[in-house]
Nanobody, 137 residues
Framework: VQLVESGGGLVHAGGSLRVFCTASGLTFDDCVVGWFRQAPGKERERVSGIYVSDGTTSYLDAVRGRFTVSSDNTKNTVYLQMNNLRPEDTATYYC???????????????????????????????WGQGTQVTVSS
């Protein structure tokens, strides 16, 4: 299984970028896919995520209304559209994916499940290598 992020780059504050997470060896259509970011000297944080099967999404408060997560099953790709970017959004962005067991998401709300994914506490999860997003002021 391999996850590959792409689409990062350098943008001025207020600009937009779309980052992509594409999988090989894994089908996203019944996975939870999360977007996480880590800035230098800071801990990794959950940005957004989607349960591809039913389209349920979750967002960090700081990005809600500016970022949109979506999926395209025909391309086995999850997107993170980032608008109105701010310098504090500068980080390496990672995607991670896991196939929930039956009942997992009934027992655990998606934001909490994404936190478990981000903490590497879910067996069978997979991570990409990251893509750099830099927002200049």
């Amino acid at each position: 299984v391999q996850l590959v992020e792409s689409g990062g780059g350098l943008v001025h504050a207020g600009g937009s970028l779309r980052v992509f997470c594409t999988a090989s060896g894994l089908t996203f259509d019944d996975c939870v896919v999360g977007w996480f970011r880590q800035a230098p000297g800071k801990e990794r944080e959950r940005v957004s995520g989607i349960y591809v099967s039913d389209g349920t999404t979750s967002y960090l408060d700081a990005v809600r209304g500016r970022f949109t997560v979506s999926s395209d099953n025909t391309k086995n790709t999850v997107y993170l559209q980032m608008n109105n970017l701010r310098p504090e959004d500068t980080a390496t962005y990672y995607c991670a994916a896991v196939r929930p067991r039956d009942g997992d998401l009934r027992a655990t709300p998606l934001p909490d499940y994404l936190d478990l994914l981000g903490a590497d506490l879910l067996a069978g999860s997979h991570w990409g290598q990251g893509t750099q997003v830099t927002v200049s002021s």
